[in-house]
């Protein structure tokens, strides 16, 4: 729990009352909850977004249901859409909630507490049946990271095609971060040949086993490892969660899509705006993806095979730990806090 912004010392392991429902929420015994980069920006505070704390982190969760509601049966598994809309605009009533302009995600910069504890409380509408071929741990990682690396590759793919663009190379940047995994993993199973980054040496390996071509980008140049892999040509995607615009825009050939989700290396970054026209690219932001984006991910996995690459699980109690190995960026795929 956060009784106010700053470094890992300030979430604190305490008791806390039972979430108590109204008759369009539903309460989740929470099993496992994943780490995700939005933990970090709640917990350390940014400009012009707030909490009320006490706040509990954690949008990305699964478990049981504590009672029955609606068709779901009480001690049935679930994952929870992390997603929140208002549910009375068009986009929400049209299955595109994350257009909505009071769209929040739950434990993040929102009023809804999140899944860093034993119980949760969520709108009914955001229940998902948790995939038997799953396991809490890893249906926990897929609210975010994976929903988000599917989301954007899909919105990339369209643009493309309409786009006329040829070739199926995408470039994905820190193949050891939730949706750098996801990404390879996604564009794997569509066909497309990966070029993906990492920062040092020790990730080669793990990065070779899902990418076709890995660059350490602390020994070599991004932009021309990438000319020099697609034949001077550049990618048709990239998927962009760090933020650096300017190399993404040079690695993409003409008609390309640069695809952005994040901001980890920078809030600003610096482009070449010649570059960008002269090449007919595009970019486009993302965020998270739609309830009915999770449940045709749900059905490419379970089709491909796909499942989510975890490096650590901590119990709930150890989350500091679990904070500071993301901060030092010593992950290779998601981490999970276990719940008892």
């Not at 699964?62 to 009672?67: F, I, Q």
């Not at 990404?183 to 920062?199: M, P, R």
């Not at 000319?227 to 650096?244: A, F, K, L, P, Y």
Request: glycine share 10%.
């Amino acid at each position: 729990m956060l009784h106010m912004h700053g470094g890992v010392d300030k979430l604190k392991y305490q008791d806390f009352p039972e979430p108590v429902c109204n008759d369009d929420e539903a309460l989740v015994r929470v099993k496992a909850c994943s780490v995700n980069r939005l933990d970090i920006w709640v917990r350390r505070g940014l400009p012009n977004r707030r909490v009320n704390f006490p706040h509990i982190l954690g949008c990305d969760f699964s478990g049981y249901l504590v009672n029955s509601i609606g068709e779901f049966k009480a001690n049935e598994d679930v994952l929870v859409y992390p997603g929140i809309g208002c549910n009375k605009c068009k986009y929400c009533l049209n299955g595109r909630e994350n257009m909505c302009k009071e769209f929040s995600i739950i434990g993040g910069f929102s009023d809804w507490h999140g899944g860093y504890a034993q119980y949760a409380k969520v709108p009914y509408r955001n229940l998902i049946r948790m995939p038997k071929w799953l396991s809490h741990e890893e249906a926990s990682t897929l609210g975010v990271a994976y929903l988000t690396a599917y989301s954007m590759i899909k919105k990339a793919t369209e643009i493309s095609s309409i786009n006329g663009v040829d070739g199926n190379t995408i470039l994905v940047y820190s193949a050891g971060s939730g949706v750098g995994i996801a990404s390879i993993q996604f564009a794997k199973a569509l066909g497309f040949n990966v070029i993906t980054t990492v920062g040092d040496k020790s990730k080669l390996s793990k990065a070779s086993i899902y990418a076709d071509h890995v660059i350490d980008r602390s020994e070599k140049d991004v932009v021309g490892e990438v000319m020099s892999i697609t034949g001077n040509e550049g990618v048709s995607i990239v998927i962009d969660q760090i933020g650096i615009w300017d190399t993404s825009i040079r690695c993409v050939k003409k008609g390309g899509v640069v695809m952005v989700c994040g901001a980890t290396a920078d809030e600003y970054t610096k482009v070449e705006v010649r570059i960008l026209y002269n090449k007919l690219a595009s970019i486009i932001g993302a965020y998270l993806g739609t309830k009915a984006d999770m449940l045709d991910m749900l059905n490419l996995m379970h089709k491909h095979n796909i499942k989510p690459v975890i490096d650590t699980v901590f119990a709930l109690e150890d989350a500091m730990l679990a904070h500071a190995m993301m901060e030092m960026n010593h992950n290779f795929g998601k981490i999970v806090l276990r719940v008892d």
